[in-house]
């Protein structure tokens, strides 16, 4: 059975074509989006930097990897949520985040969306 990505893995995929202040190429991102949704083709993910990210730090919209147990380290760039079409972007699992990371991002990206 092929692998579908789940809410709360993490996966490596290409982040091109993006334009401005979106991330580049190839990165690590956080599947957020449920796996009925994703079998659909699309994911809605969050991308992981491994930079400094200052800015975004500044407004609380990065959760770090950092110390969480995860092999990834990096941060989770809750404002830079993309609908990607993880077929044709070739995702491949890498591992899930702790359920502790999952509810820190969700919880972010419910106070962007509907604060």
Known sequence: MPY???RGDIVHLQFDPASGQEMKGPH???VVSSKPFNQR???MICPISQGTAAAARSFGTV???MGCGSDTQGAVHCHQ???LDWRARKAA???SV???VLNDVMARLEAILFE
Do not use: D, I, M, Y
């Open 4 to 6: 579908v990505p789940n």
């Open 28 to 30: 690590f991102g956080l």
């Open 41 to 43: 083709g699309l994911a």
């Open 63 to 65: 959760v770090t990897l």
């Open 81 to 83: 949520l993309k609908s």
């Open 93 to 95: 699992k890498k591992e």
């Open 98 to 100: 702790p359920q502790h």
